[in-house]
């Protein structure tokens, strides 16, 4: 099956989109996206906060993943992190390989800090193969943070 990558969320994607992140297993052990993305009141506040999205979509335009970005700082050790990032893989794309080059398209620049599950062992596979370094402890809730 072919997958394509767009700038931009649709409107029916939205509701894929909480859908996937109210009833996805992953998506609630190793996200915050079940409040995230609760609900289209949830998810406007949330996009209002300036992200980028892009999304990657099948054939019907159906949303099978979804990588934002926004501009929050993070200071670590002496550098600063202006923009931070994640990804989600869903459905019929999940375990396909397809999550490096979706991030490759969406991702051209350094300058990028994230928080992750430590135990979200391929997410930090993932994120290491892309460029991302490990510069935290484990906090008190299990994350790190990674940079690139």
Known sequence: MDFEIKKGILDKQIDQLIEYSLNDESVGKFTSDRER???RQA???WQQKGREIFTLN????DLV???WTGLKEKQIDSKKY???LAIRIYGEARG????LGFM???IKEKGYWLETSNNNLAAKALYSKFGFKEVSDVDENGKIIMVY
């Open 43 to 45: 998810f406007d506040e």
């Open 65 to 67: 993943g979804i990588v």
């Open 96 to 99: 396909k390989g397809l999550a």
């Open 58 to 61: 099948n054939k019907n335009n």
């Open 37 to 39: 993305f609760k609900n």
């Open 104 to 106: 490759k398209n969406c």
């Open 82 to 84: 202006n923009k931070t």
